[in-house]
């Protein structure tokens, strides 16, 4: 009996330390890995040296008169409802009416990428911008189609003069857009007048606000000062807030075991963390992640070559910039082309493409470009195989990066 | 006698008319009719061969090999589909069709698959 009792009393002080140590000890690795990742708490990153400009970036960013000739205003595709971006699977453009799924469905043109959430763009070492990256400051030679006549040093604000130049995304074809569509520093020049002239026909108590602000008379605000307001406004507005997985990390809050199997898994065997790292979850680099084309792709036909579309270099073809994970609970659907709904699906795109395609369903041409996809995947190679309940788990981790 | 002028300048522009109607309106619809699909194809296929050749031609600025000059090469002959694109597109432009309206023609068949898009957000709408 004695020895009996013994046992017990054993067996159970062996249990309980093994138990509390495991937690704690999930916690310390993953506190470790989140820190090696690189992470930076989200009040670390906000920086918005133009704040006092934000109120009338607000009310530009919301004015559809931002669009030369047409009727679209930036939250027309980036609207707060859906977490920044628009719900739908390729934006909207010129044409429709309404937002999102309605306007789509009403005959806007299409502009053939998903729409990106604004979460942590403009905060600090966000240097990277669109899918493709015609926006990008990573690197000692800025890439953008500003070639060497950069509108500004600042990545957000030279964004922020794209655009409102984008035919079918915010430009009608009329006979002035169509004399100006020549790439030229000219050109450019032109139709960003043109753009600031219509906002102090139609803006004008916004924009002598801005003129004041500057300390400029009014006839000198040009797009650069209307562009620093929005970019202001934007990081402002869609700044990375406090998240469960701040107080984890900085507070030692704990999370739940499924959110730290989770965490561990995502740093650990699912590899993650080899792009999505550093402050905002992305390395802002580029890789062919097999997600289906839907639509007809910024190539036409069903093809979207991404990257190569900037760079010309083959060895760019069919690669798309890492997104940020932030609060992307709440901007599905996924990929370049929205193809995605689901993050479970996202997550398997990556490792398990076909499971997610019907491919029965392609044409030939369709078969054709997803096979050089496939054959040209970076994460089939680097994700390791996971479970369906693994993905769930890893899902549960990413819940942590949501905020409101 | 003038009866008979009367009678044969009516029946000469009554040809005419009729000429002019298959000339602009009956030829281009047929154009249209018989070509349109044949024109989608082959712009395709054209745009397809250009834009191998373009990658080549990027691949061999990046990393001149043996390998890549003869993709490069092959690249070369296969832009020879551009030139069936090129006949048909002159034939219809005889036919009366205009540049615009091959232009919508071809804008056609690059967004063809913007229809599959329309039906796949109806089918899923995001509303958080």
């Known amino acids: 009996m004695n020895l009996n009792i013994s046992f017990f009393m054993i067996f159970f002080l062996y249990l309980l330390p093994t138990h509390v140590l495991s937690e704690d ?80 469905l009403s005959g806007a043109r299409i502009v053939p990428r998903n729409t990106l959430g604004f979460w942590g763009v403009g905060s600090k070492g966000f240097k990277v911008f669109f899918w493709d990256g015609r926006v990008d400051f990573s690197h000692y030679k800025v890439i953008s189609q500003f070639g060497s006549n950069l509108p500004s040093k600042d990545p957000l604000v030279t964004s922020v003069h794209i655009p409102v130049v ?111 790292n550093g402050p905002h979850f992305t390395d802002q680099k580029f890789y ?78 369709q078969r054709h470009e997803y096979y050089k996809y496939l054959s040209k995947s970076d994460t089939v190679n680097r994700v390791n195989f996971l479970t369906d309940s693994e993905v769930l788990l890893i899902i549960e981790f990413l819940r942590i990066l949501d905020f409101d | 006698m003038k009866n008979r002028i009367l009678i044969s300048l009516n029946i000469l522009a009554c040809v005419c008319c009729i000429a002019l109607a298959i000339k602009f309106i009956a030829m281009p619809i047929a154009a249209k009719i018989i070509y349109a699909n044949q024109y989608k194809t082959l712009m395709f296929q054209c745009d397809n061969v250009m834009r191998d050749h373009m990658i080549a031609k990027n691949r061999v600025k990046h990393e001149r090999s043996k390998k890549s000059i003869k993709d490069l090469e092959s690249a070369e002959i296969g832009l020879i589909s551009c030139h069936y694109y090129d006949k048909l597109r002159k034939k219809m432009l005889i036919w009366g069709l205009t540049e615009h309206d091959l232009s919508n023609i071809g804008l056609e068949a690059i967004e063809k698959n913007s229809y599959d898009l329309k039906k796949y957000v109806e089918y899923h709408e995001f509303k958080y």
């Open chain 1, 166 to 276: 984008e035919i079918r995304e915010t430009l009608e074809e009329d006979a002035f857009i169509i004399s100006h569509t020549q790439e030229s520093t000219i050109t450019a020049v032109s139709v960003y007048k043109a753009i600031v002239e219509n906002l102090k026909t139609h803006e004008r108590k916004t924009i002598e606000k801005i003129a004041d602000k500057i300390g400029i008379n009014y006839n000198e605000v040009t797009y650069l000062h209307v562009a620093t307001s929005v970019a202001s406004f934007i990081r402002k507005e869609f700044q990375i807030k406090n998240t469960v997985l701040n107080e984890f990390v900085t507070n030692r809050k704990s999370l739940t075991s499924k959110q730290l199997e989770g965490g561990i898994l995502f740093y650990g065997k699912g590899n993650c963390a080899s792009c999505h």
């Open chain 1, 288 to 365: 062919t992640v097999p997600f289906p084309q839907l639509g007809f792709g910024k190539n036409g036909f069903g093809i979207d070559y991404g990257r190569y579309n900037v760079t010309f270099n083959p060895d760019d073809l069919y690669k798309f910039r890492t997104p940020s994970l932030y609060n992307n609970g709440k901007t599905a659907p996924y990929g370049h082309s929205g193809s995605v709904m689901t993050l479970y699906d996202s997550i398997k795109a990556h490792y398990d493409p076909l499971s997610i395609v019907n491919i029965n369903e392609y044409d030939e041409l």
């Open chain 1, 25 to 104: 000890g999930l916690s310390k690795i993953l506190r470790k890995a989140i820190l090696r990742g690189g992470y930076e708490s989200p009040q670390s990153l906000y920086v918005n040296n133009e704040e006092e400009l934000a109120s009338e970036g607000e009310v530009l960013f919301k004015s559809k008169h931002m669009s030369l000739n047409s009727d679209v205003s930036c939250s027309t595709c980036h609207i707060s409802s859906h977490g920044s971006s628009d719900g739908i699977s390729n934006a909207a453009g010129i044409g429709g009416s309404g937002e999102g799924k309605e306007r789509l």
